[in-house]
């Protein structure tokens, strides 16, 4: 699964989003500020739609972001 994940000056996540793959083209993501915007490809066997996205529990959606972290 891709994802982008937006992160603030230290690094730390502030956003992540999942691009919808049927969607035609290129995005185009412009951050101002300092943040950086990272593209990563993840397994979704490891960290899950639905816990990524917060829809099964702030517990899991936490698992899941600390997955991320390790993997950037």
């Known amino acids: 699964m891709k ?3 937006l992160c603030d ?12 793959p049927e969607l035609p083209g290129k995005l185009q ?7 950086t915007a990272r593209e990563l490809e993840v397994d979704e066997r490891e960290i899950g739609r639905e816990d990524l ?4 529990g702030a517990k899991a ?9 390790e993997l950037m």
């Open 3 to 5: 994802l982008l994940v």
């Open 9 to 20: 000056s230290a690094g730390n996540i502030q956003s992540v989003a999942v691009p919808n």
């Open 29 to 35: 993501l412009e951050v101002e500020g300092g943040p």
């Open 53 to 56: 996205l917060g829809q099964k």
């Open 61 to 69: 959606q936490g698992r899941a972001l600390q997955k991320l972290r």
